[in-house]
């Protein structure tokens, strides 16, 4: 396939990406329904037990991705808290496991509507992801074979860490050239006749990399934001250790990675759009460790028919009806009031974890 047909593809699915990503979440429920393997117990209302979670994803994903990170951030403490008030508590396997599948869906789903505004540096992403990955497999292996009272913990490291990184990172959208602040110029072609101006997206969007490595991206509304992609030395810290909790907690490397980002000068919008590349492709990743791992490290083997598909069949649609919506709310909503509330959040949930992990709660 040429170059020219190759763009020609990724422009038409990135012009009805909406329906592809809304299309995907419909053949998985489908192919749940049809052909997953299933407890040999289940009872009449087996589908419809867990529909009340559809609207708690969707608020959960939304908040999430609005703020640039993982899902399981926010969905393992629900399912370790809150869950359990109407239900009976989960496996802490369990929970990492639907958060994983549910926060891939979500968060590929976010990742190609900020692809389209044109927020992504797919470079840099791919850079990312193969430097993060070995620490995600390690991490998810790991999973099997750590006890619950060290994952407890682990997970509220995690989340202090998260907590105090939200509050240190500034997360406003200010910072970047706006074409609305004042009536600048339509932005023009590279001198090659390339890129920033490219018609294969939606409104000016495009991306120039001059021969000193500065980069010059523009949105799909115009706005212009002008970096550099070096510290990768620098990045490839947090994005380690970032994946390993990812792997073992379902959440971690989108927490680190945007802190990452943001301290090597990467404008914040264009931050958190390439980090749910990051975070959605190490998801994936994650997840299938977790549901097809447990024999390669000796721990416990999970059997594919113990995956409640009666709670993903309505988590995974409503965390892709969040990714796409959050995209539109970061350029509408102070991020930093979310990540603020988000941070006093996990910073309650990581002191809770420590009293179920000492035995105190």
């Known amino acids: 396939m040429t170059s020219t047909a190759t763009d020609e593809l990724v422009a038409t699915f990135l012009r009805y990406q909406h329906l592809f990503v809304l299309t995907a979440p419909v053949v998985f429920v489908l192919g749940v329904y049809l052909a997953a393997p299933l407890p040999g117990d289940i009872q009449q209302g087996y589908w419809l037990e867990y529909w009340w979670l559809f609207p708690v994803f969707v608020l959960g994903a939304t908040i999430v991705n609005t703020v640039g990170i993982s899902g399981s951030a926010l969905f393992v403490p629900f399912f370790i808290f809150l869950y359990p008030l109407v239900a009976a508590p989960l496996r802490p396997e369990t929970i990492v496991k639907v958060g994983l599948i549910s926060e891939s869906f979500g968060l590929s789903s976010s990742a190609l509507a900020f692809v389209r505004y044109g927020l992504v540096d797919r470079r840099l992403a791919v850079a990312l992801v193969v430097g993060g990955l070995p620490f995600v497999v390690g991490g998810a292996l790991a999973s099997f074979v750590v006890p619950d009272t060290v994952f407890y913990a682990l997970l509220g490291v995690a989340l202090l860490a998260a907590s105090y990184l939200l509050f240190e990172a500034d997360l406003d959208h200010g910072g970047e050239s706006d074409t609305d602040a004042e009536p600048a110029t339509e932005p023009t072609a590279a001198p090659d006749g390339g890129l920033p101006d490219d018609p ?162």
């Open 200 to 361: 294969s997206k939606p409104g000016p969007a495009g991306v120039a990399t001059d021969s000193d490595g500065e980069v010059t991206r523009v949105d799909r509304d115009g706005n212009e934001y002008v970096y550099r992609r070096g510290g990768y030395i620098r990045r490839f810290g947090n994005y380690s250790v970032g994946g390993a909790f990812q792997g073992l907690a379902g959440f971690g490397i989108g927490e680190l990675g945007i802190i990452s980002m943001l301290r090597t000068s990467i404008p914040v919008r264009v931050a958190i759009g390439t980090n749910h590349i990051v975070v959605a492709a190490t998801a994936v990743i994650a997840s299938l460790v977790h549901v097809f791992g447990g024999g390669l490290v000796g721990g416990h083997s999970i059997d594919i028919a113990s995956t409640p598909w009666n709670m993903v069949v309505f988590t995974v649609p409503a965390t892709v009806i969040g990714g796409q919506i959050a995209p539109y709310v970061s350029t509408a909503v102070d991020t930093g009031t979310i990540k603020t509330g988000v941070g006093v959040l996990f910073g309650v949930i990581a002191v809770a974890l420590f009293g179920i992990a000492s035995g105190v709660v």
